[in-house]
């Protein structure tokens, strides 16, 4: 266990940010940064290392070397202010090749009403948000011991009639230490190009002149925007298995998170499992980032099978100090 709290410490380190700044706030597409597993949300999102299913591949793309059979997972979450979350995926392991993985991400912000100085109570006119990402991965065990994986991701932000793309690209390993299922793992996620946005909403009439009479006060001109960067996020954790006795077992689970847009975290939590049919979990997360507002992660699950398929289905609940409670669900099954 020293080596594995070493090991933890040196990948914080290493990561660690140049200047004091925390950068918050300063990168696009933040909606990739919700994570889609109710599952691991409940142990505080530290996900780097949990090496089974395929809720664990949005925290690693190594999980995939672990999937032996096909699998699809389902997951609903409700957000802030009625936001409305949907992440679907699907792997297919193919022998001797390995496993392949794709995933869709929806979020929906609802019809918003139009408000300006003079119509404070809106001028008629709704908008909303949409955020779309697509996902496609790979990964397979190079050893029994060793796994690896790649993501390469799309996505796209619209507000009203104005929108943004960006593609990335995620990696990850994971090392399993011990015969008794002690996992390293680490991930780097959303490592790509920058995104702006354009479209007709940055449309303006413009005058160049306005002390000049008899000109063209009406010129068609563009608002310009600037490019940000999409939210790289390295993480690198552990996960330990703990045997209680012939029917009941507990993970733990602890990551340490270094974003590119605000400072560095770490994150826990454990599953405590009843004859694999029923969980418990609790977590803590984003514990030492400045002005965190997560904190308190609770959940559970049930599994089961129906014929040659297994099934499990997960609720987590998440704790945010500024604004509201988030409620995710997750159903998965596999073939």
């Given at each position: 266990m020293r080596f594995v709290a070493a090991w933890l410490l040196l990948g914080v380190a290493a990561a660690s940010p140049a200047g004091a700044q925390s950068k918050a706030g300063t990168s696009l597409g933040q909606f990739v940064g919700i994570e889609p597993s109710?599952?691991?949300?409940?142990?505080?999102?530290?996900?780097?290392?949990?090496?089974?299913?395929?809720?664990?591949?949005?925290?690693?793309?190594?999980?995939?070397?672990?999937?032996?059979?096909?699998?699809?997972?389902?997951?609903?979450?409700?957000?802030?202010?009625?936001?409305?979350?949907?992440?679907?995926?699907?792997?297919?392991?193919?022998?001797?090749?390995?496993?392949?993985?794709?995933?869709?991400?929806?979020?929906?912000?609802?019809?918003?009403l139009v408000r300006t100085v003079e119509f404070p109570l809106g001028t008629g006119e709704r908008y909303s948000v949409n955020n779309l990402a697509l996902n496609l991965g790979y990964g397979r065990t190079i050893t029994s011991r060793f796994g690896a994986g790649i993501q390469i991701n799309y996505f796209t932000e619209t507000i009203w009639h104005s929108s943004m793309h960006a593609f990335t690209v995620s990696v990850g390993t994971a090392y399993r230490l011990t015969?008794?299922?002690?996992?390293?793992?680490?991930?780097?996620?959303?490592?790509?190009?920058?995104?702006?946005f354009g479209g007709r909403d940055l449309a303006i009439q413009y005058d160049e002149d306005s002390d000049a009479y008899g000109d063209n006060s009406s010129l068609p001109a563009w608002r310009f925007t600037g490019e940000y960067p999409v939210p790289i996020l390295f993480r690198v954790g552990v996960s330990v298995p703990q045997r209680l006795g012939s029917s009941s077992r507990i993970l733990w689970v602890a990551d340490a998170h270094h974003p590119n847009d605000n400072?560095?975290?770490?994150?826990?939590?454990?599953?405590?499992?009843?004859?694999?049919?029923?969980?418990?979990?609790?977590?803590?997360?984003?514990?030492?980032?400045?002005?965190?507002?997560?904190?308190?992660?609770?959940?559970?699950?049930?599994?089961?099978?129906?014929?040659?398929?297994?099934?499990?289905?997960?609720?987590a609940w998440a704790d945010h100090d500024f604004l509201q409670e988030t409620h995710r669900m997750t159903f998965t099954v596999a073939f």
């Open positions: 109710a599952r691991i949300a409940a142990m505080g999102n530290a996900g780097a290392a949990v090496f089974d299913g395929i809720q664990a591949v949005y925290y690693n793309p190594a999980a995939l070397g672990a999937l032996e059979t096909p699998a699809v997972q389902l997951t609903h979450s409700l957000w802030f202010a009625d936001i409305t979350y949907d992440y679907i995926a699907g792997a297919l392991p193919v022998r001797n090749w390995g496993t392949f993985y794709g995933a869709v991400t929806s979020l929906n912000s609802g019809d918003i015969d008794s299922g002690i996992v390293l793992g680490a991930s780097l996620a959303n490592f790509g190009t920058h995104g702006k400072t560095e975290s770490l994150s826990g939590g454990a599953e405590w499992s009843w004859k694999e049919t029923f969980d418990l979990r609790a977590g803590y997360q984003r514990l030492f980032q400045e002005d965190s507002e997560t904190g308190l992660t609770l959940g559970l699950g049930i599994r089961g099978d129906f014929g040659d398929n297994l099934f499990s289905f997960d609720y």
